[in-house]
């Protein structure tokens, strides 16, 4: 099946968005102190703008800012927080590089590491303490299947599959600060743990072979507790659109939730932890010379719901480039 470009049609915009507001989605993950990312669903399969063989190179850059507390759904005034002691702000920068091969038009193998710059601060009696690091993460490996159904009525097609895979526990999980004091396992580049990761997804290529949509649902969960620690298992769901506009650019619009469990363990802070959240996601993506692609997103949280007290984000955004050889 030749390369297929992704979803756009006023109708179908709106559909999404009714849709996504309807059952709710997200895309960053919530943790006490704010180990989030930005999760928008940058898998050029899944969206139809890669499905030869060959190779693929992939590197993107996220930050995400969490600097206001919430408790449940709602955001603490703050007349309601202890000042003296209290979680402050989280800021997170990740670098990920995704390497992919096409074996052939069915099967595919990938591999990612992200490199994580996060800095930290809350207050203890009133004192700042602060954790800053910059560290490699935790790799995932992952095959995927993927069959294609042409409608030879209309042009267009259907494209069902799977991935399935691991992430590895190559990031550290004991980082301290300046005083030796460990930052709490949730901040941590590394969770420790090895974890099953997969995802199936559904595909339709409009017949202007321009246009398409899909929709994803992911899975990630810790196969082994670490130090005693064990982070929640996650769910995720991602709705997206993405149109060929002209030649070169190509506007996208994506819905992503998920819901994280409670982290267990001694190390862990289970009433602190897990979440679910909904999100909008818009991006753009010009092609470059050759085969190359760079391409951006904004993330804006639609709702937000955290266990106990968390630092939440107010918008998350990615910037990549992509290309075949």
């Known amino acids: ?18 849709t996504a507001q309807t059952i709710g989605y997200s895309s960053l993950a919530l943790a006490s102190c704010g180990a989030s990312f930005c999760l928008v669903n940058t898998d050029w399969v899944v969206q139809g703008a890669w499905l030869d063989r060959g190779n693929r190179l ?22 309601e927080v202890d000042l003296r002691n209290r979680e402050v702000e989280t800021t997170s920068h990740r670098w990920l590089l995704n390497v992919d091969h096409g074996i052939n038009e069915h099967w595919g193998i990938s591999a990612s590491i992200p490199f994580i710059d996060r800095s930290h601060l809350h207050t203890e009696a009133g004192a700042p303490v602060t954790w800053n690091f910059r560290q490699i993460g935790d790799a995932r490996l992952s095959a ?14 259907t ?21 030796g004091t460990r930052a709490e396992r949730s901040l941590q580049p ?17 017949a202007d072979l321009a246009t398409s949509w899909f929709v994803q649902a992911n899975l990630e969960a810790p196969l082994n507790e670490k130090d005693g620690y064990k982070p929640g298992k996650k769910f995720g769901l991602d709705l997206g659109i993405r149109t060929e506009w002209s030649r070169n650019f190509s506007p996208m619009l994506q819905l992503n939730f998920q819901s994280r469990e409670r982290d267990s363990g001694f190390n862990a802070e ?3 932890s897990g979440g679910d959240s909904l999100s909008i996601s818009p991006g753009l993506s010009y092609k470059l ?20 007290e968390q630092l939440s984000p107010k918008w998350a955004a990615t910037i990549g480039i992509q290309s075949t050889f």
Do not use: W
């Open 58 to 79: 992939d590197l993107r850059y996220e930050q995400v800012r969490q600097d206001q507390l919430m408790s449940g759904s709602r955001k603490l005034a703050a007349n």
């Open 190 to 206: 590394g969770t420790g743990t090895t974890d099953l990761v997969a995802s199936v997804y559904y595909r339709r290529v409009l």
């Open 289 to 308: 010379a050759g085969q190359a692609h760079i391409y951006g997103f904004v993330q804006i949280p639609l709702h937000q719901r955290v266990n106990g």
């Open 270 to 272: 289970p009433e602190n």
């Open 1 to 18: 099946m030749k390369k297929i470009n992704t979803p756009s049609s006023l109708r179908v915009v709106i559909l999404c968005a009714v």
């Open 159 to 179: 494209v069902f599959g799977a991935n399935a895979g691991l992430k590895l526990a190559t990031g550290k999980t004991d980082i301290a600060n300046d005083t």
């Open 144 to 157: 995927r299947y993927q069959s294609a159904l042409q409608d030879t009525a209309t042009g267009g097609g």
